[in-house]
């Protein structure tokens, strides 16, 4: 072998050694991290035993004698599998994400501080009741035993290793109740209903004429998608399902205002258009069951590992010490279960909607601004941010009536004279949500949901139910914002004073409500709650538009048309891909003059039924012309941050466009010719053959990657590829059922998912079916990190064990923790 060969084989040889020696370093130290799921372990602060079964996908069922030891155990079994994700998520609500990575988070933490995450939920501790904060302590003591056995970086989660390279002195704090609370906050802040509307309406008001922002909002279809509650109205102040509405809006909206005269939305994707979600439940009467059947699958953004871990939280005998008996998903981080099922109740959450802040432009001198003709002195407080590897920076936070002027950390522009923009936000206010968690776990009836969702101000969510005894039913619930004038939709004049809020919310008895309505099943997938022509009290204008809505209505209607309705049926539906835009622009697609290859591509769409499988080519096709045709319309036309991202709202602005050729919308104002409707589809054809070529399916344009949420994005590519999986191609899209959504003008990669899916069985609950979208455990390589998502992927679920007998048979690990 000549001697240049030689010397590059053994230079091969060393590298790959040290390449295997470090994978090996790297292999240890992950596992280090990993949770002991056997065996007895001592905890202070039990006052009895508790015992740990998990099943092979790293589902904990916990089972304790008493409610205390119960949410004890959780804060521990939590901490074991995500404590990183937690103390990261504690960082980002309470604005400290700098102690931990230095400057590059503290534009983040500006923010955060800005509108006072933290400063919220510490208000909110002593208002809550006392069992919830002696719950919520026992979790934080659960947490804290588990940080105490594990004080070595590398015993706590790999990520703390890396952060060591960079932040050496990073040392994580105890848990405290507060940091369970302030999570509160960062879902609120994800489900916060329209404010980027609000702000795309004054952006595109800055280029277009009003009656032009007019085309891109437009009204709910109510003639074509069905709200949720079809009937009913306010009468003698409450909420009647069965009441119709006065004769005439004008005086039923009249009405309404003046009852209300006399009674006292962590970190999402920036593309908002794909957080939604789906939820149905179907009476007995029409199941193969004879027992109610509930489906939900929020759709959230992707990321890793998902915001949800399973866990089943059991009392061994209730009683008065101990009320639970409760499984679903829950949120590390916080004590008690969020979407699921008790012995007696199942529900399911989608986001209502409703609008919950407004945007007030100020006027603002020195340390005063203007409100009702009268100087007032600005609230101020300083924030002192500690950055690791620097200085702390000091950050003055100003606020109105209206709460934090949010317009330098928002980049929001002053108008009308104003300088300033002021965030008022209902999740800004200290609430009660905390409380409805444990209080819906332990519910057992409607009457005692019903109660329990009153509680629950922040966010506002539709809440579907069934129980053991056949009963379903549709509650909204949430702080609801009553204006003495506006509608939400725009920023308003914050000086006047007559756009300000009434000191009291909608009352809850006013809110829309339902039980075991005629069709036999109730659908909620973030369309209009009511008509408002029935209804006086404002919600929103700005809800989804029904298209995944009525998908879903469509397919149980005739579902029922051949029988009876099981739950394999209802986990079918959740992976159902239809777009149900396709038949309306396609024949406009076909009208027009073509010519070239992209002549065959649109052949392609003649027999194609709408189905966004993996392998589907007309998927691929009719998504690539779907981008550019709105690229082409309309970014020309608005600002950057007002172009569409392609949900549902476009489906309806297309439409009506699509009948006026001739609009100014289909012109592209960089050309000196004025181009057509013809013109604007034809090339959007051409484009999008070009861009993706003849053979091009689906799934090899729609893929999925789980990014971890801290360091996937890292820029490192050693550490990412530790981090994140993927990609893996997903089905559906942004408003099919199985909402896959994704953003025309970055791609075609997911960037909002079905974060999990659930079917319960009222039944049988060992029946139920559930899927999470990554796995239980937030450790790099432990086999509970991603072995779901393979799964989910292919529209499966795993067993929703429940039941003591059946926990016990499908253990694969057991565990007992002891005082």
Known sequence: MPWPVRWLARVLTVLVVLALVLAGVVTWTVRQSFPEFEGTLSLPGLTGKVDVYRDKSGVPHIYADTAEDLFLAQGFVHAQDRFWEMDFRRHVTSGRLSEMFGPATLEQDKAIRTMGWRRVAEQEVPELKESTRRYLESYAKGVNAWLKRNEDASARSFEYSVLKLTNGDYRPEEWKIEDSVAWLKAMAWDLRS???????????????????????????????????????????????????????????????????????????????????????????????????????DPHLSAQMPSVWYQAGLHCRAKSENCTYDVTGFTFSGLPGVIIGHNDRIAWGFTNLGPDVADLFLEKVEGDTYLHKDATRKLETRTETIKVAGGEPVRLEVRSTVHGPLVGEVMGIEAAQGANAVALQWTALIPGSSADAIFAMNEAGNWHEFRAAAALFDVPSQNLIYADVDGQIGYQSPGRIPVRLKGDGTAPVPGWTGEYDWKPEPLPFDQLPTLTDPAAGFIVTANNAVIDPSRYGPLLTKDWSYGYRSQRIRELLEQELGKGKISPETMGALQNDTRNEFASTLIPHLTEVELAGPAVQAREQLKDWDGTQSLDSKPAAYFNAVWRHLLRLAFDDDLPEAARPTGGDRWYEVVRALLERPDDAFWDDTTTSYTEKKADILRQAMVDAHEEIGPDATWGDLHTLTLTNQSLGTSGIAPIEAIFNRGPFGAPGGKDAVNANGWNVQQGYEVTSVASMRMVVDLADLDNSRWINLTGNSGHAYHPNYWDQAPLWARGETLPMLASPDKVRAAATHTLRLVP
């Open 194 to 296: 329209n404010m980027e509307t609000e702000i795309d309406r004054a952006l595109a008001a800055t280029k277009l004429p009003a009656e032009r922002v007019a085309q891109l909002f437009p009204g709910y279809p109510f003639d074509r998608h069905a709200p949720i509650v079809g009937q009913g109205a306010l009468t003698n102040g409450r909420f009647d399902p069965q009441a119709a509405p006065e004769q005439g809006g004008d005086k039923a909206i009249t009405s309404a205002a003046e009852l209300l005269s006399k009674v006292p939305s962590l970190l999402s994707t920036a593309d908002r258009d794909g957080i939604g979600s789906n939820s149905w439940v179907v009476s007995g009467e029409h199941t193969t069951t004879g027992k109610p059947i509930l489906a939900n």
